[in-house]
């Protein structure tokens, strides 16, 4: 209720200020003295263009990796998302939900907005395939990988940064499909202490707070260009300015916050809780192929067994052209405490899981067959 929410939202997830802001649960962000703030990063904002939030930090979006585990399971160097799609990467790669981590919703947005949404959805589905976990945090991911609980996975740049610069194992790479947004702070309507909120949204955009982010243990990438930071940059530290012009992705937050919560729903349905299926129809899809490698033998019958396993498997329940309907995307922004939209909702979300349960079943199947047709 209005009087006991929280006092300041903070998050590497521009997508999400927008649905708060929609929702009307934002006030209009405090002015802020530090003129050296930039506009842009590239083409994108820094702050709210109608005045509700503002950028704090600027994120990336990447892979990070366990050198120690690599070199003992002797995997190669990941530079992009689809190295993580390889046979030699099962079991190996770890991911968690978008509907569970902010960030994560970003990593799979950029990928579906950078490849499209059938080529970014079948890229996702792979890399799930060959992971041991979707964890249920975000956390899971970086303390997974620094642990050596996981060779690899997709994080937000200031886990894997921060990661390694605090002594673990660990290091990170921004893939080519990548995007450079805002890491944003707002003050929430309806908190308690409004005037100290605001002191402290200041102070994250005053000199002295933006520099606390080069702190090895935060490794955040300031909103200040790095010339205004003066000789506080340490060497090799990344620069969103170099990587913002080589990254792939001009990342559209009106496009993400339209279908985010239809994503995270496509997510749950075919990937967390139907992980195991998936993983098996992996599997067994990358046995058949392997097999069929090491034969040497063209096999057409057992080829094209492979392919139908791969669409059954690895293509979203959700097809392209219905997922940018705006009144689809709407029922699912919708009030869910709606019975009427609840109702639809569910019965959606339960026809998509049967319908990842069967396609993964069938596509084991079917590449069982195939392995069984190479000789």
Known sequence: AAGQR????????????????????LLAAPDVDNKAIPARVGS????D???????????????MYNTRYLKANKLPVPKEWTDLLHPQWHGHVAMTAPSRSGTMHLTVETILQGEGWDKGWNQVLQMAGNSAQITERSFGVPDGINNGQFGAGPVIDFFGLAGKHSGFPVDFVYPAVTSIVPANIALIAGGRN??????????????????????????????????ALGG???????????????????????????????????FDQTITFRLKELQAATKAI???????????????????????????????????????????????????KEVAVAKQITGLEESWNRKARENYGKAAEL?????????
């Open 6 to 25: 929280p006092d300041v939202f903070w998050a590497s997830a521009p997508d999400a200020f927008e649905v708060l802001k929609r929702d009307k649960l």
């Open 44 to 47: 994108y904002p820094i702050n």
């Open 49 to 63: 263009p109608q005045g509700y939030y503002k950028g704090q930090a600027l994120a990336g979006y990447g892979i």
């Open 194 to 227: 409004a005037a100290e909120a605001k002191k402290f949204v200041q102070f994250a955009l005053s000199q002295q707070g933006q520099e606390l982010l080069l702190l090895p243990a935060i490794s955040r990438l300031p909103v200040l260009p790095y010339a």
């Open 232 to 266: 506080k940059v340490p060497p090799g530290y990344p620069d969103p300015q170099v990587i913002v012009k080589r990254a792939k992705v001009n990342f559209d937050a009106d496009l993400s916050e339209s279908r985010y919560s239809l994503v995270q729903a496509i």
């Open 286 to 336: 990358q046995t058949a192929e392997a097999k069929l490698t090491v034969s040497g033998k063209p096999n057409a019958q057992a080829s094209d067994l492979i392919r139908q396993a791969r669409e059954l498997a690895f293509t979203p329940v959700v097809s392209a052209s219905l997922a940018g309907q705006a009144d689809f995307q709407k029922l699912f922004a919708s009030n869910k």
């Open 367 to 375: 590449a069982q067959q195939a392995a069984a047709l190479i000789k």
